[in-house]
């Protein structure tokens, strides 16, 4: 069993900055190539931003040059720094991850562990 805990969302103000924890907890070596996707209302769950075992990175345009995905190994935690927020970051942020590596997918329904969630609010 897989369990995934995000933490560290906020309300903030547009410009500042937030760093999103998820702890994965259990059976952590089936817990691969971790991701953090993002949901607003009434819109799809994008992902944001992805990190395999080498290290490698991949983000999204919209965030590209403001976020940094980043992991500790030694303590199962993934990270998401995200810097100059603006309302468009506005959503529900999760972690997932895939239970067998399939790379850098963008698909929500190819990552079989995810957290239930913490919200980020960016005002105006």
């Known amino acids: 069993q897989v369990e995934l805990m995000e933490s560290g969302g906020s309300s903030v103000q547009a410009g500042e900055s937030l760093r999103l924890s998820c702890v994965v907890s259990?059976?952590?070596?089936?817990?691969?190539?971790p991701a953090w996707f993002r949901q607003a209302p009434g819109k799809e769950r994008e992902r944001v931003a992805f990190?395999?075992?080498?290290?490698?990175?991949s983000l999204s345009d919209s965030v590209k040059g403001r976020f940094t995905i980043s992991r500790n190994n030694a303590n199962n935690t993934l990270y998401l720094q995200m810097n100059a927020l603006s309302t468009d970051d506005t959503g529900m942020y999760y972690c997932?991850?895939?239970?067998?590596?399939?790379?850098?997918?963008?698909?929500?329904?190819?990552?079989?562990?995810w957290g239930q969630g913490t919200q980020v609010t960016v005002s105006s």
């Open positions: 997932a991850a895939q239970g067998w590596c399939l790379g850098a997918t963008l698909l929500p329904a190819l990552y079989n562990y």
């Open positions: 990190i395999d075992s080498h290290r490698s990175v």
């Open positions: 259990g059976d952590t070596d089936k817990a691969r190539c």
